[in-house]
């Protein structure tokens, strides 16, 4: 008889791991992808991961599109590069030049991507009658989980958001009701940076935990 | 010298340890928490957990509120029940049966509540200026590493969402501009299901693979 629950109890030293690959993974983009393929069975074992993740009265309102075609590619990057520009004049001029000297996608040097859409439901959820933004929070949840098991197979993955969510739906047929939550470029890597990126090019520095964490009240 | 890299390589092994704490993450509710306490020290590493999460431009915009007061809790436990009420009226007869049935948040059971904040920036934030959503989804990655932390340290974790965060803001003097992402519970637990709970009781079931994956285009 299968039994309904488990008493998994983890050791010290399988948190400490896990704490590890939290603290290994990175936002990686197209200057530190290899091309070397990502085969069915390890990207099945990444979307896995998304798919065991929490999802909000279990309604796993997720779909993801894996995208190879270099075709496909080309036009998701077409929209990154107009965002890019638009985004870039945003920031004064100072930050403007370092902004425009970083490399923040890497689209086509990733061999794989995937776009994770939000499809949502016309029935109630029940947990998100009173938030009804917990849908697209369940799949930002399986995106986190995606991007830990992809550290952990030693695989980079980065996420793309200077895109326009509209241009992307059109390039990859979506339905009209579905939203995309997120544009993930992943790859074998020829290293891990062992901080942010944006953190090592002085973008903007962490903040003390005193500042974030806040006892009982405001 | 410091490097700026590391060639960290996970093990199969290690990997299957990733994927089992992520398979035996759960929400737990007031039934299954014991009231044993979290001490600061545990706390400290679940949050950490969720400030080594991924930023949009590196931007950290999360603020962590840590309850343990039993009034504060009744209080955020009367917004629940008014809330609860108005979302179980949203069901059909035969599931609102159901839903009424079920225990759906640990808020005074669970000795640890921690209200997780997004602080909006005034200024323009890398990756962020052409999806507006990117800053609040920073603060779901984050918690999701709290999520799998808090596991692998054989502590449950439930996210309370059935919340009006108005209420929840008012109650913690929360700063006007900040956006309740998520009220999550912590405890450790008499035991873990090893499925998700509605799962379990039928409220819903996995959907198949072909249904979530999409090869190239819809």
Known sequence: MKSDFTQRLFTEQEQDLLFEIIMSRRDVRGNRFLPKEIDQ?????IIQAGLHGPS???????????????????????????????????????KKDTYTNLKL???????LNIAVFYKPKNTPVLGQTSMPNMGRYSVVCAIQNMWLMARSLNIGMGWVSILDPEKVKTILNSPKENELIGYLCFGYTDMFYDQPELELKKWDTRKPLNEVIIEEKY
């Open 41 to 45: 069975e390890t990207t099945l074992k």
């Open 56 to 94: 909000v009265g279990f309604s796993q309102p997720w779909e993801f599109v894996i995208v190879k075609n270099p075709e496909t590619k080309q036009q998701i990057k077409a929209s990154f590069n107009t965002e890019n520009t638009k985004g870039a004049d945003q920031f004064c001029e100072e």
């Open 105 to 111: 996608e890497g689209i086509e040097e990733a061999p």
